[in-house]
């Protein structure tokens, strides 16, 4: 019997594992890269899967400008320099995705930069469910000698938000914008300001029902005041358009009735012989 005992035991924990195993498969989560389905050469288009089904898509071009020392010509001072470059499409992708929390990591160039945007879900006023960008960081090795030359003291850095709420988003919809959209981060290299711009994105961390395709858009406001901005001339136009056409219309009858009226003889000694 106490054979039977230890095998049942060790079953229970053999079962136990298999199914601790098969829910780490389950929630297997991996990043793809669907750069290359854009035309524009400066966007990127990245989506984290989880169980082959789409949770998080980011399609977005970035830029980066990055203030690095360098040792001035005198060997004494230091001077700062502007490191400036784009995210590249053939960047590496990892993320997470939750119900409430998301978050997608970029990596190039061997892990020399990474830019992190972590996503949250919150309840506003009068119950309305938004989501939104609470954080992002973006890790950099000023060594990497691409875009850093001649740094001085080169190594890995970090800059971090603070406080951030940008992209507010109502729950169900994905971020739309063409416009720039700018974040400011401090970094880890003597609170050195750092400026990721973003542009023609399109943003889903949650609640995405169907693979690789976005919900319904929720445009930014810079692209709405952008349109009226070019509608409202147009608008203009064509009600002063219709203010001519219906002035001249006026007057158009005004002079067929004119016409169709007998003329008086204007001099008065006439109307005797009337």
Not at 54 to 81: K, S
Not at 88 to 103: D, L, M, Q, V
Not at 249 to 264: D, I, M, N, S
Request: hydrophobic share 40%; net charge negative.
């Amino acid at each position: 019997m106490g054979g039977l005992g230890f095998s049942t035991t060790e079953s229970a924990r053999l079962l136990l594992l298999s199914v601790l195993a098969l829910s780490v498969v389950l929630a297997e989560q991996e990043g793809e890269n669907l750069s290359g389905l854009s035309n524009n050469p400066d966007k990127a288009i990245f989506a984290v899967r989880e169980n082959s089904t789409t949770c998080l898509m980011v399609e977005v071009a970035v830029r980066f400008l990055v203030p690095y020392d360098v040792l001035a010509l005198n060997g004494i001072d230091l001077i700062t320099e502007q490191a400036l470059f784009t995210l590249p499409r053939g960047a590496e992708i990892e993320g997470k995705c939750g119900s409430t929390e998301s978050e997608i990591h970029i990596t190039w160039k061997n892990n020399a930069y990474t830019l992190r945007i972590y996503f949250s879900k919150e309840f506003r006023d009068k119950g309305t469910e938004v989501w939104k960008i609470n954080k992002v960081q973006f890790v950099y090795d000023t060594s990497e000698t691409s875009h850093f030359i001649n740094a001085y003291n080169p190594g890995k850095h970090t800059a971090s938000t603070h406080r951030l709420s940008a992209l507010v988003t109502p729950a169900g919809h994905s971020y739309v914008c063409a416009a720039q959209q700018t974040l400011t981060l401090i970094s880890s290299d003597h609170q050195k300001v750092i400026t990721v711009s973003m542009y023609d994105i399109q943003i889903q961390p949650f609640d995405i029902t169907s693979d690789f395709v976005f919900s319904e858009p929720y445009k930014c406001i810079m692209d709405q005041r952008e349109r009226l901005e070019e509608t409202l001339p147009l608008v203009l136009g064509l009600i002063l358009a219709l203010i001519i056409v219906i002035t001249l219309t006026v007057y158009h009858f005004h002079l067929k009735l004119t016409a169709a009226q007998p003329q008086l003889p204007r001099d008065r000694s006439m109307y005797k012989n009337m």
